[in-house]
């Protein structure tokens, strides 16, 4: 039996005079009879909670800065009314800091043999599976004096996936495809090498790109157009090993990472090529492959959820192992990865002559631009000692990148906010080039 505030309210009123001989609220109530009656029927009254219903509905995903909805319906199947409150409760990342109170609990009053559904609003505030953890619901009586008290679990789950922020940038992008593609009004050479269709010569063009054959069949000079090479294979490859769980501002690098990695992947499949993802540390953490055009985009967004970055070192040729079965004909390999010199040197550039045998290698890394703020500091000691030692990180920094370019790697390097759109130009650059 759980008594209420009111409960306690009257017993030390009505007991006022014994207080001294009852000092406890039990015996304040022993001594106050028909509170202590009151009390009694007030409790039977109440309608048990053991016996009540509960079904669940609503969202199961959601993106990360979105809302989502739960309904939770509760059945009174008892003889009394259910009079109640609710709470539903979940992990607190699901709310905002501030907003779980008034969030997950809600009041019931439910006739007997009735139902009611209530709705709880999360707002999760972290990428991942959020589960739905157990419903308590308080039973008052009829007075408010006495109340029965129990938990139910009533399993949920949301996925809270990636927030893709980087997708402001696709139309643009979309616009450069088009153009290098030729689909464009404007009277552009493709860079690509598949041939395409054949055009009246313009002024300006490339005399190179005149087919003589078919000139010799007509009267008017023929141009060969050409296009991006279509059905290319692309595998992105996220480390998800400790360099990823470095935060860059409010943001792991391991999100920025999904968030370039998104961009391409919605950028790629609208220029007709096919993509692929692993995630790899110590071993495989996720995997897309195979999947339609129109598939490809939701099944990354679902699969890279729930990753999160493991503290461990990640085993370089394990990934490289993974990455050639993978992609078994030639491919671009997009490894998302850091740039700190000891991974690069004592795991990556040894397996290195493996992947750039067959493949065409491109490294994207976050770059923390607190560093190129601390290397403009100036004015006191201690901010000169800062402007030298982020000075010194850039250096080696770029060492490691001229390291992995001597291999022939394109390197990408941006912070996180730039990482993403510069992912993309360099795919259209190396679509335009025809070296995919």
């Given at each position: 039996?759980?008594?209420?505030?009111?409960?306690?309210?009257?017993?030390?009123?009505?007991?006022?005079?014994?207080?001294?001989?009852?000092?406890?609220?039990?015996?304040?109530?022993?001594?106050?009879?028909?509170?202590?009656?009151?009390?009694?029927?007030?409790?039977?009254?109440?309608?048990?909670?053991?016996?009540?219903?509960?079904?669940?509905s609503g969202d199961t995903t959601v993106r990360l800065g979105d809302g989502a909805e739960i309904q939770l319906?509760?059945?009174?199947?008892?003889?009394?009314?259910?009079?109640?409150?609710?709470?539903?409760?979940?992990?607190?990342?699901?709310?905002?800091?501030?907003?779980?109170?008034?969030?997950?609990?809600?009041?019931?009053?439910?006739?007997?043999?009735?139902?009611?559904?209530?709705?709880?609003?999360?707002?999760?505030?972290?990428?991942?599976?959020?589960?739905?953890?157990?419903?308590?619901?308080?039973?008052?009586?009829?007075?408010?004096?006495?109340?029965?008290?129990?938990?139910?679990?009533?399993?949920?789950?949301?996925?809270?996936?990636?927030?893709?922020?980087?997708?402001?940038?696709?139309?643009?992008?979309?616009?450069?495809?088009?153009?290098?593609?030729?689909?464009?009004?404007?009277?552009?050479?493709?860079?690509?090498?598949?041939?395409?269709?054949?055009?009246?010569?313009?002024?300006?063009?490339?005399?190179?790109?005149?087919?003589?054959?078919?000139?010799?069949?007509?009267?008017?000079?023929?141009?060969?157009?050409?296009?991006?090479?279509?059905?290319?294979?692309?595998?992105?490859?996220?480390?998800?090993?400790?360099?990823?769980?470095?935060?860059?501002?409010?943001?792991?690098?391991?999100?920025?990472?999904?968030?370039?990695?998104?961009?391409?992947?919605?950028?790629?499949?609208?220029?007709?090529?096919?993509?692929?993802?692993?995630?790899?540390?110590?071993?495989?953490?996720?995997?897309?492959?195979?999947?339609?055009?129109?598939?490809?985009?939701?099944?990354?967004?679902?699969?890279?959820?729930?990753?999160?970055?493991?503290?461990?070192?990640?085993?370089?040729?394990?990934?490289?192992?993974?990455?050639?079965?993978?992609?078994?004909?030639?491919?671009?390999?997009?490894?998302?990865?850091?740039?700190?010199?000891?991974?690069?040197?004592?795991?990556?550039?040894?397996?290195?002559?493996?992947?750039?045998?067959r493949h065409t290698v491109l490294v994207a890394s976050v770059a923390d631009p607190h560093v190129e703020e601390?290397?403009?500091?100036?004015?006191?000691?201690?901010?000169?000692?800062?402007?030298?030692?982020?000075?010194?990180?850039?250096?080696?920094?770029?060492?490691?990148?001229?390291?992995?370019?001597?291999?022939?790697?394109?390197?990408?390097?941006?912070?996180?906010?730039?990482?993403?759109?510069?992912?993309?130009?360099?795919?259209?650059?190396?679509?335009?080039?025809?070296?995919?």
């Amino acid at each position: 039996m759980a008594l209420t505030g009111r409960t306690a309210l009257l017993a030390a009123l009505g007991s006022l005079p014994v207080g001294i001989l009852a000092p406890s609220w039990t015996g304040m109530l022993a001594v106050n009879a028909p509170l202590s009656l009151a009390i009694l029927c007030d409790y039977s009254l109440a309608a048990p909670v053991r016996t009540l219903q509960f079904t669940r509905s609503g969202d199961t995903t959601v993106r990360l800065g979105d809302g989502a909805e739960i309904q939770l319906t509760v059945t009174n199947p008892t003889r009394r009314r259910l009079r109640a409150h609710l709470r539903d409760a979940w992990p607190p990342s699901s709310w905002l800091t501030g907003t779980e109170q008034a969030a997950s609990r809600h009041t019931l009053n439910i006739p007997a043999g009735e139902r009611r559904r209530v709705t709880t609003l999360l707002r999760p505030t972290r990428r991942g599976d959020r589960r739905a953890e157990r419903v308590t619901v308080r039973s008052y009586g009829p007075l408010g004096l006495a109340a029965r008290q129990g938990n139910h679990h009533v399993p949920w789950t949301v996925r809270v996936l990636p927030p893709f922020t980087s997708r402001k940038h696709l139309p643009s992008r979309l616009a450069r495809l088009r153009e290098l593609d030729g689909r464009t009004s404007v009277l552009t050479r493709g860079e690509g090498t598949e041939f395409d269709s054949l055009r009246a010569y313009v002024p300006g063009d490339d005399t190179r790109s005149i087919d003589w054959r078919a000139t010799a069949r007509q009267s008017a000079v023929a141009i060969r157009t050409w296009r991006p090479e279509r059905d290319r294979h692309i595998l992105i490859v996220l480390d998800t090993g400790r360099t990823s769980a470095g935060r860059v501002g409010d943001v792991p690098r391991l999100d920025a990472a999904m968030d370039a990695a998104l961009l391409l992947t919605a950028l790629a499949t609208r220029a007709g090529d096919r993509v692929d993802l692993l995630a790899h540390d110590r071993r495989t953490r996720a995997q897309v492959q195979g999947r339609a055009a129109g598939e490809v985009l939701s099944a990354m967004v679902t699969a890279m959820a729930p990753l999160e970055p493991e503290l461990v070192e990640t085993d370089a040729r394990g990934l490289a192992a993974t990455a050639l079965a993978s992609a078994p004909r030639r491919s671009l390999i997009v490894l998302l990865t850091s740039l700190d010199a000891a991974p690069v040197e004592e795991g990556l550039l040894p397996v290195l002559p493996r992947l750039t045998q067959r493949h065409t290698v491109l490294v994207a890394s976050v770059a923390d631009p607190h560093v190129e703020e601390m290397a403009g500091a100036r004015g006191t000691v201690d901010a000169v000692y800062e402007a030298a030692a982020a000075t010194q990180a850039q250096t080696q920094r770029r060492r490691t990148a001229e390291q992995l370019q001597r291999h022939g790697v394109v390197v990408v390097d941006a912070t996180p906010d730039n990482l993403a759109p510069a992912l993309a130009d360099t795919y259209l650059a190396l679509k335009a080039a025809g070296r995919l």
